[in-house]
């Protein structure tokens, strides 16, 4: 493939796999994106400048927009990254998540089938779309089992509900109109660029400035963790590897319960980043309460990406954790512009539902 769109290429993730298909191919790259509270350009800076490399601010229900684009720029191959994404947000305000995650795949879906449809017959063979979902359309887990492709859908939060309708119309389009897809659904990714309301960067600057550690009930909920950068070269395995109407399971096959992860970072900054105060920072730690909805387990089987694609990840959780760690320590700008916006690390996800902000 010569051209890939991605959307949602200025978020955590999406910028990753810019980075990584800039550094690691041949491809050329258009970046669209709303750039919401979520989305920082600065995230590319390390690729800005590079010719194979372009951005547009497009919101992806925008079809006019999303068309000018295709018929322009003519990919070879749509990532569809855009989306909102955090499950505390998503209580609180879910209109934004089925406006972006459901109406705006939608949009994205039929301006892709136009524009496919009027391909030529190589052009059509060569085509792909890929869109990137999240293990959380599964639903959760007990203290055994693991999520297949397999796996019915059974989301819990107004963000996962969100996803599964998106993945579902993909599917639809597919099996309706022949749209060439593929979907791949990830399990909790961490590591740089990562916006500072998720668990492993909010806990990572409140505990080096000593600040108190919110964990949810007694932080017995478990998640498989995967490293960004993994993700990402996975990401683009799977559009060049991958069976058009497959689904792909993409995990790090490390488990680590909510309060573990905590007091791993902890342990770190003591490490890395040590203080004149003589307690550990893991007596920063509160317990505060649960999100409504939270599900207890998160484990996916990636058995299928290992055999099918070749792919396999390369960090482990501690080398990756400590990557994270460093990257945030070090990069003090990054972290200012990004809490000079709207966000302040303040608890977000108590919201009953009752009243919506719009």
């Known amino acids: 493939m010569d051209k890939v769109l991605i959307t949602g290429g200025a978020g955590f993730i999406g910028s990753a796999v810019i980075r990584h298909v800039i550094s690691n191919t041949s491809m050329q790259v258009l970046n669209i994106d709303k750039l919401t509270y979520a989305g920082n350009l600065e995230s590319l800076k390390d690729v800005a400048t590079n010719s194979r490399y372009q951005f547009e601010k497009v919101d992806i229900c925008d079809r006019q927009a999303i068309r000018n684009v295709l018929q322009h720029w003519k990919p070879d191959a749509i990532m569809n990254l855009a989306a909102e994404s955090h499950v505390d947000r998503s209580i609180d305000e879910p209109s934004q998540f ?3 995650n459901i109406f705006g795949t939608y949009a994205l879906l039929e301006e892709a089938r136009v524009f496919w449809g009027g391909l030529e017959s190589e052009g059509q063979n060569k ?9 959380e359309v599964y639903g959760e887990l007990g203290e055994t089992g693991y999520f297949t492709e397999e796996t019915p859908y059974n989301p819990s939060s107004p963000y996962s509900a969100s996803k599964a309708s998106s993945d579902h119309l993909v599917r639809a389009w597919n099996k309706t109109y022949g749209l060439p897809i593929i979907i791949t659904n990830c399990s909790n990714n961490y590591g740089p660029y990562q916006f500072p309301e998720k668990l492993i960067p909010l806990m990572i600057l409140n505990a080096k400035n000593f ?30 590897k991958g069976k058009v109407g497959d689904e ?12 573990d992860v905590v007091n791993l970072i902890c342990d770190l900054l003591d490490e890395i980043f040590p203080s004149k105060l ?7 730690v509160t317990f505060v309460q649960d999100r409504p909805g939270h599900d ?6 990636a058995q299928k990406i290992f055999k099918h694609i070749g792919w396999v990840p390369k960090e482990t959780f501690e080398t990756g954790l400590r ?3 460093n990257w945030y320590l070090n990069n003090e700008s990054w972290i200012q512009h990004v809490l000079d916006g709207s966000y302040r690390l303040d608890r977000l996800g108590l919201n009953s539902g009752n009243a919506e902000h719009v």
Not at 127 to 135: I, L, Q
Not at 211 to 231: E, F
């Open 127 to 135: 085509f792909r779309f890929h869109h990137v979902s999240t293990d």
């Open 296 to 301: 207890f387990r998160y484990a996916i089987d």
């Open 248 to 259: 792909y399971n993409i995990g790090g096959g490390e488990e680590k319960s909510n309060i």
């Open 278 to 284: 003589e307690q550990p920072r893991s007596n920063l």
């Open 211 to 240: 600040k108190q550690l919110p964990v949810y009930g007694q932080g017995a909920n478990i998640r498989d963790w995967l490293y960004v950068d993994d993700h990402a070269k996975a990401l683009v395995e799977v559009l060049l």
């Open 323 to 325: 990557k994270t760690v």
């Open 98 to 100: 089925i406006q972006t």
